[in-house]
């Protein structure tokens, strides 16, 4: 039987998933794909430069071992790099490219350690005296990586904060952006990567800054007429950390003096790290240009934590208060609260004090009269399951149906004002919403809800259903 890429690629995985966790396996190992193997070296594609650095930094052992067992010890490794979505200087990604091009090719021998990276570019500008004022980083010490729990809902933006704090400006996550809702934990993240940046490189500079903050600033900046001043102080920052960035929506001048620090941080090596409540493609009012630069580096979200990470969070608050608390009693919380990490630890918050004030001892009884407070007292974020719960009971169908494949055009308007509702009520992005509701794109939940808005307008029955379901889900 001839040797194929595929055969020994699936060799080498066999050997790899036996000595890795399975979600480490899961996230770095299945995206892969062999491509083509020549003499004793195997093509492999990754996708994108990110992967292929971090395979290099954790991963480069076990490859060598693995590879070596099936061509042995003259093996070698060639990463074919995929690089979509790149803009800016460097060279798009496209099919026919020779292979000598190494903007989309990069090869690397497994025993050989990732050394050839561009080294950081310096600064060029810099004011007199001005490096002799100490900047405080305004960063919170107690937002760390060690109390921000991973799970399923973060793993991507957490790997990638630590790839981030590791290199800061030598990844290709360079802007990291990372959306999500409100309490998921985007701000607790930005502050953990800094710190983490200022323990490993305290000589660098670090600055975390709402948005905000940073167009008053701004705009205190041109009434006293040193716009200059206020540009060249944040060229000179290392690290820039910018808190909720969609706050930029609308304001022009703002945006066009981001625009220019922006491209100083970034053409010079600087990191900057970006929080939203949404993905680029949902923000409003930003301009495309900016729009476009924070799609050169990585849109990392965060989602609602499933249930065990919810418990995994509980557990570690309540060791770090030491606190003592019976696991159906931590369970009963994490399972009737889920909408955001900040709720969450919020009612267990209210627990503990209620028992210690009131001298009551922790009981499920209790739990439940907190939590029943808790929820009733807390706006209540729709998830998107439940959207599809309500959106299934008005049309009486089951969920599985909703999220079906089927082209049956009552079950096909069910799934579009589900989707409608989705991005109506969440602060998902379209590709959760899609990926949430039968494995669509971000396209097909756009489709759905322009028809929506078309079909409310011009259909009487459908304008009705769209009036029902937004009763059912504004109680």
């Known amino acids: 039987m001839s040797v194929t890429a595929q055969t020994v690629w699936n060799n080498c995985l066999e050997f790899i ?17 062999a491509v083509k193997l020549t003499d004793n070296a195997l093509s492999i594609q990754v996708p994108s430069k990110f992967f292929y650095e971090w395979l290099e930094e954790h991963y480069v052992k076990i490859l060598k071992v693995s590879l070596t067992k099936e061509l042995g010890e003259k093996a070698k490794l060639v990463y074919i790099i995929k690089m979509e979505n790149t803009y800016g ?23 050989v350690p990732l050394n050839n990276k561009s080294p950081e570019l310096r600064n060029p500008f810099v004011i007199p005296g001005i490096r002799n004022v100490k900047i405080e980083s305004q960063l919170n010490p107690n937002y760390s990586f060690e109390n921000f729990l991973e799970g399923d809902s973060n793993r991507l933006a957490r790997s990638a904060g630590l790839a981030v704090a590791s290199k800061p400006g030598g990844t290709s996550f360079n802007p990291l952006l990372i959306f999500g809702g409100v309490g ?58 910018i808190d909720d960035v969609q706050f930029l929506s609308g304001k022009t001048g703002t945006q066009d003096v981001f625009f220019h620090i922006f491209n100083h941080l970034h053409q010079n090596g600087k990191q900057v790290i970006l929080t939203s409540d949404k993905a680029p493609v949902d923000m409003q009012d930003i301009e495309q240009r900016l729009l476009s630069r924070f799609k050169w580096g990585l849109s990392a979200e965060l989602q609602t934590p499933d249930f065990e990470t919810r418990v995994s969070i509980l557990k570690n608050k309540l060791y770090r208060d030491g606190v003592d608390m019976p696991d159906d009693i931590i369970e009963y919380v994490a399972k009737n609260i889920k909408s955001n990490v900040r709720e969450l ?39 998107i399951d ?90």
Not at 20 to 25: E, M, R, S
Not at 350 to 365: R, V, Y
């Open 184 to 241: 998921l934990g985007k701000t607790h993240l930005a502050h953990a990567i800094g710190v983490d940046i200022k323990d490993k490189y305290p000589e660098k500079t670090v600055l975390y800054i709402s948005a905000e903050k940073f167009t008053q600033q701004y705009i205190d900046s041109v009434k006293k007429n040193n716009r200059n001043d206020f540009i060249h102080f944040y060229q000179i920052i290392d690290v820039l950390i």
């Open 386 to 475: 439940y959207i599809q719960k309500v959106v299934s009971d008005y049309f009486q169908m089951d969920i599985d149906t909703l999220q079906s494949k089927t082209r049956k055009r009552h079950i096909v308007q069910a799934r579009q004002l589900a989707m409608f509702f989705a991005k109506k009520f969440t602060k998902a992005s379209l590709a959760s919403i899609g990926s949430q509701i039968g494995k669509r794109d971000h396209a097909t939940v756009l489709h759905a809800c322009k028809t929506v808005d078309n079909l409310s307008s011009t259909d009487k029955q459908f304008k009705k259903y769209v009036e029902d379901i937004t009763k059912k889900l504004s109680v």
């Open 17 to 33: 998933k036996d000595n890795i966790q399975p979600q480490a396996y899961k996230t770095w190992f299945e995206p892969i794909q």
């Open 89 to 111: 200087n460097k060279q798009p990604f496209t099919e026919k490219i020779p292979s000598a091009n190494r903007s989309a090719m990069k090869s690397q021998e497994v025993d």
């Open 345 to 383: 630890e919020g009612a267990i918050i209210s627990l503990i004090a209620q028992s210690s004030f009131n001298k009551k001892e922790i009981t499920i009884d209790l739990a439940r009269v907190i939590v029943e407070k808790f929820v009733k007292n807390t706006k209540r974020e729709v998830s």
